[in-house]
């Protein structure tokens, strides 16, 4: 066994990184579901990639795409936290080393605190440390209780490497195919997104573009 001053090398990290990598594939899968149902966000994104000169390593908006298929379709919809200390509710306290069930689709979608909760608003995203804080809506961040990697200590250290790997995918998908999502999901855009969307059941129709990306006209 390692010794204590080896257990932050970067080789006993990759199983916790990689950990990361079955839900990223589904966020993925979504992400690109959403833009194949939605022409003015694949625009939208197709004109980021037209002036993207960092290799695909910059990519805020397609970043803020998977964001978004993260809080409409957590990947992780349950999470099991513990009260450090006494919580006082309108109801009672609740005491400390009390076992907490967080269902997180509930805060993600909670149209009180989010306007547009059940569509497809990647723009949500586009604010200052969006992915580290969270959507930011009238100016005001507030608690949205959006946690798409969790939060606290315990938050998804592969982050950064899930949003870079699965933005670069999608870019590499969407340069030069266009996708239309098979019958059998309703995503439309003019109606709220469902509560659930089974990936493994995401069936694409894929064909050449008869535009480059590179030549995409601005959206007006």
């Known amino acids: 066994m390692r010794g204590r001053a ?11 990184w990689l950990f990361a990598f079955e839900p990223a594939g589904m966020a993925a899968f979504r992400a690109l579901a959403l833009l194949a149902t939605h022409p ?8 980021e990639m037209a002036r ?3 290799g695909g390593r910059q990519l805020p908006f ?13 990947t992780t919809p349950m999470i099991l936290r513990q009260t450090t200390r006494e919580v006082e509710w309108d109801a009672g306290t609740m005491p400390a080393r009390c076992g907490v069930l967080i269902f997180t689709p509930y805060f993600h979608r909670d149209g009180r605190r989010l306007p547009d ?17 969270g959507p930011q809506v009238d100016g005001d961040r507030g608690d949205w209780g959006v946690v798409p990697f969790s939060a606290g200590p315990v938050r998804c250290p592969g982050r950064h490497l899930v949003l870079l790997l699965t933005s670069a995918l999608l870019a590499n998908l969407l340069r030069d195919t266009d ?5 059998g999901h309703r995503l439309d855009p003019r109606r709220p997104l469902p509560g659930t969307l089974d990936n493994f059941s995401l069936r694409f129709t894929a064909k050449p573009r008869t ?5 995409v006209p601005p959206s007006s």
């Open 211 to 215: 535009v480059p990306t590179g030549d």
């Open 6 to 16: 080896d257990e932050a090398a970067p080789a006993d990290q990759v199983p916790q």
């Open 179 to 183: 996708f239309t999502v098979h019958d």
């Open 62 to 74: 397609l970043r803020a795409t998977v964001l978004e298929s993260l809080r409409l379709w957590p």
């Open 40 to 47: 003015g966000q694949a625009q939208l994104a197709r004109e």
């Open 117 to 133: 909760a059940d569509r497809f608003e990647p723009a949500l995203w586009l604010t200052t440390d969006r992915q580290e804080a």
């Open 52 to 54: 993207d000169t960092s």
